[in-house]
């Protein structure tokens, strides 16, 4: 098993289920997780405190997971950080999010085996 620091994970979604249902499924699985339910919370709380991987919504009001992955991969000291892309927009596909920076990608509604098959391919 990777020690917690290795496990340390940030979820970032708008809707309040998600982000339960997110962390639920990574806790219990060892993760510290840490909760953002917007983007500027989320680029905030990565500076606070440099996650080893985040789940990131792409639709969410203030700032989407495009801006969010763009102004990470524009700052050095967060390119260690695994970005996984959760959504459930079906206009995006998987080849977009990695352009955008992301090092994967999955749909909603999220399967828990295939989401920590992803998590632990990055951290």
Not at 85 to 94: D, K, L, P, S
Request: hydrophobic content about 40%; glycine content about 6%; proline content about 2%.
């Amino acid at each position: 098993m990777k020690n917690s620091q290795d496990r340390h994970s940030l979820v970032v979604d708008d809707l309040t289920d998600n982000l339960l249902l997110l962390q639920t499924v990574l806790e219990g699985e060892g993760h510290k997780v840490d909760v953002a339910d917007s983007g500027a919370l989320a680029l905030s709380k990565v500076e606070a405190s440099l996650p080893s991987i985040i789940l990131l919504d792409l639709m969410m009001p203030d700032m989407d997971g495009f801006e969010v992955t763009q102004q990470l991969r524009q700052n050095d000291k967060f390119s260690s950080v695994a970005i996984l892309i959760v959504t459930a927009a079906q206009h995006v596909n998987e080849k977009q999010g990695l352009q955008i920076g992301a090092n994967g990608f999955i749909r909603k509604p999220v399967n828990s085996e295939k989401l920590l098959e992803k998590v632990e391919e990055f951290t």
